[in-house]
C-alpha cells in the first residue's frame, strides 16, 4: 500500500509545472460543485509540502470562494432571493453586513457550521460587498488551510515509517491543531450568535 502511494506521488512529481496547473483546475472544478475542499488542501500538502502546498492550497480555494460568489450574485440572486428570506442566518447576516460585512465574513470562515463551498454561494446573495468578501475569506481561510496542508505533508513524511520522535512531534502538533480548532470554531459561532440578535 506504501509503495504503490509513493509510486503515485512520484509520478505526480514528474509531471512538474503541468501536475500544478492539473491540481489547481481539479481544485477550482470540485469546489464549485461543491466538493468538500478540505480533501483537496490536505491533498496539496501531501503533493507540494507545506510551503507550495499552502501557495496553490490557498490560492485556489479562494480562486473558488470568488467565482462561486459571483455565480450566485450575477445568476442566481434573483431567482432565489425570495426563498432564501426564511433563512435566519442569512437574515442575520444581512443586518450586519452593511457595517461589519468583513466581520461577517471571516468569521463565518472561522466556523464549520456551514461548508465552505455552500458559503460560497450564501455570501453571493447576501449584501456583503464583493472586496469585503474577497479581504474576509482571504484571512479567514488561513489559519485552516495552515492546519489542513500541515496534515498532509507532515503525513506524507510519516509514510513508510518514521522514528519515535517524529510520531510524537505529529501527534502534539494534531492535539494543538485540534485545540485551536475548537477555540476559533466557539468564538467565530459565539460572535455569530451576537449578532444575530
Known amino acids: 500500500m506504501v509503495g504503490w502511494l509513493e509510486g503515485i506521488l512520484d509520478a505526480f512529481e514528474g509531471l512538474g509545472l503541468i501536475g500544478y496547473v492539473l491540481f489547481v483546475c481539479a481544485y477550482v472544478v470540485a ?46 440572486r434573483k431567482r432565489i ?25 471571516a468569521l463565518a470562515r472561522l466556523s464549520p457550521l456551514f461548508p465552505f463551498g455552500l458559503q460560497n454561494y450564501l455570501f453571493g446573495l447576501t449584501k456583503v460587498h464583493l472586496r469585503d468578501y474577497v479581504v474576509a475569506t482571504a484571512l479567514g481561510i488561513a489559519p485552516g488551510t495552515v492546519v489542513a496542508v500541515f496534515l498532509g505533508a507532515t503525513g506524507r513524511a510519516l509514510i513508510g515509517g518514521a522514528s519515535p520522535l517524529r510520531w510524537t512531534l505529529f501527534g502534539l502538533g494534531l492535539v494543538a491543531t485540534v485545540v485551536l480548532s475548537v477555540y476559533l470554531a466557539r468564538l467565530a459561532k459565539r460572535r455569530l450568535k451576537i449578532g444575530e440578535t
Do not use: D, H, Q, Y
Request: aromatic letters at 12%; proline letters at 3%.
Open 81 to 105: 432571493e425570495k426563498r432564501v428570506e426564511k433563512n435566519k442566518w442569512l437574515r442575520a447576516v444581512n443586518r450586519a453586513l452593511p457595517k461589519e460585512g468583513w466581520k461577517v465574513v
Open 31 to 76: 469546489g464549485v460543485v461543491l466538493v468538500p475542499e478540505w480533501i483537496f488542501t490536505v491533498a496539496a500538502g501531501v503533493l507540494f509540502g507545506i510551503a507550495w502546498g499552502f501557495v496553490v492550497a490557498w490560492g485556489s480555494a479562494m480562486a473558488v470562494a470568488i467565482l462561486a460568489f459571483l455565480i450566485a450574485r450575477l445568476a442566481l
